[in-house]
Each structure stands twice: as structure tokens, then as C-alpha cells.
């Protein structure tokens, strides 16, 4: 069964100190794996795609990588702009469409 | 502004009543979805349609029925809720594929509907 965890559940910094968001999966043959940033109040808004171990994708402070088991999403010097919840996502060879999301990690970044 | 609204944007209803959420994109996607997230749960979906064809019904109780008249009109029609169905409602559209099935395109979200049933 294709399955996907996140940690931390959720995570406190300071504005300017770096960390990673990890999420580790399961999944029968690997179609895609999705970062997704969600503020509150509001749906997911897609970030990045990666499709193989080894590939890496940046937007602004923000760099997805990805493993045969795990991806992370490093965050460097983030601003408080950066709080939000993260969401992994799966998509594997036998659930077409149908992606599995992991919980999430909510950020929070202090000024 | 992404492209995908959905309204009411909150609703309260009893557990007798029958109320609809309305979902409308405006990005030319042919794939539209319905995903249930509750609290400290992950993203549930729950029905997919692809040319306004139904593709994906994720074992979901009859009360709740989809209705998709075309590629950019996606609704969900509740009745006799149960309390636990209280969670946001959020629709989402992608690009979609015609003859394969929705692809792993990414998808985009509307703000949800927050559900409340007493």
C-alpha cells in the first residue's frame, strides 16, 4: 500500500536559521512526488515536481530533493512570509490520479 | 488567485438538510476533483472527473453525490450529513488526458468549502 510521512508534525524558527521538511514514502513504481505550501484558510498551492532519485528543484528559499525513499524540502534563511503547512504527495504506478498526501509539517517562522 | 473558485466559502448545515458546493475553474482543465480535509488528517479524495466523465469514486457514502455538467462546473450535492463529515471541501482542477486517464499534472486548489454538521 503506497504510503507517505512527514516530519517534523511541525516546526519553529527563527527568521534566517535554515532547516529540511522530510517527508519518506512507499509507493509501487514512483510516477511523481509533490511539495504543496497551504496557508491557512486556503487550498494547496502547488511548489515543485520531482520524478527521479537524484533529481533537485529550487524556488527562491526553497530547494526540493528526492531520494528512492525520502524527499526533502530545504528551506534557507526563510522569512516569516515562509509559515505556512507543507504537503508531500504521491503518485505511483498503480493509483493513477489519485495522489496520496502525507499530513503535513507546519511551519512557523519568527521575526 | 488561482483559477479555481468554489463557494459557499462556509456552511453550516443539520444532519436533515440538503445543501449543494459549487466548484467553477477557469483555467481550460479538463479534470476536476473533490478532496475532503479534516483535522490533523491527510488529504482524502474522494471523486475525480476527467472530460466530465466520472474516473475515481473513493468509496464515498452515498450522501455524498457529485454532479460534473462540464469541464469547468464541478458540484457536490450533500444530504443527511453526519457530524463527522464536518471538514473543508476542496475542489481541484488539472489539466487532464483524454483516452490515458488523468495524469500526474499538477493540480490546482481551489480555497475549500468549510463545513460544519450538527
Known amino acids: 500500500e503506497d504510503q507517505v510521512t512527514q516530519s517534523p508534525e511541525a516546526l519553529r524558527l527563527q527568521e534566517g536559521e535554515s532547516s529540511s521538511l522530510n517527508c519518506s514514502y512507499t509507493?509501487?513504481?514512483?510516477?511523481?512526488l509533490f511539495w504543496y505550501r497551504q496557508d491557512p484558510g486556503k487550498g494547496p498551492e502547488f511548489l515543485f515536481t520531482?520524478?527521479?532519485a537524484g533529481e533537485e528543484k529550487e524556488k527562491e528559499r526553497l530547494k526540493a530533493t528526492l531520494t528512492k525513499k525520502e524527499s526533502f524540502l530545504h528551506i534557507t534563511a526563510p522569512k516569516p512570509e515562509d509559515s505556512a503547512t507543507y504537503l508531500c504527495a504521491v503518485l505511483g504506478s498503480s493509483n493513477t490520479g489519485k495522489l496520496i498526501f502525507g499530513q503535513g509539517t507546519t511551519l512557523q517562522v519568527k521575526p | 488567485e488561482t483559477g479555481v473558485t468554489q463557494t459557499p466559502r462556509h456552511l453550516v448545515m443539520g444532519m436533515t438538510n440538503k445543501k449543494s458546493l459549487k466548484c467553477e475553474q477557469h483555467l481550460g482543465h479538463n479534470a476536476m476533483y473533490w478532496y475532503k480535509q479534516s483535522a490533523k488528517k491527510p488529504l482524502e479524495l474522494m471523486f475525480v472527473?476527467?472530460?466530465?466523465?466520472?474516473?475515481e469514486n473513493n468509496s464515498v457514502p452515498s450522501r455524498f453525490s457529485p454532479e460534473c455538467p462540464n469541464s469547468s462546473h464541478l458540484f457536490l450535492h450533500l444530504h443527511t450529513l453526519q457530524p463527522e463529515d464536518s471538514a473543508l471541501y476542496l475542489c481541484?482542477?488539472?489539466?487532464?488526458?483524454?483516452?490515458?486517464?488523468?495524469?500526474?499534472?499538477?493540480?490546482?486548489f481551489g480555497s475549500g468549502t468549510q463545513l460544519s454538521v450538527l
Open positions: 509507493v509501487s513504481g514512483l510516477r511523481g
Open positions: 472527473y476527467n472530460f466530465k466523465e466520472q474516473t
Open positions: 520531482l520524478y527521479s
Open positions: 481541484a482542477s488539472s489539466q487532464g488526458g483524454r483516452g490515458q486517464g488523468v495524469t500526474n499534472e499538477k493540480l490546482f
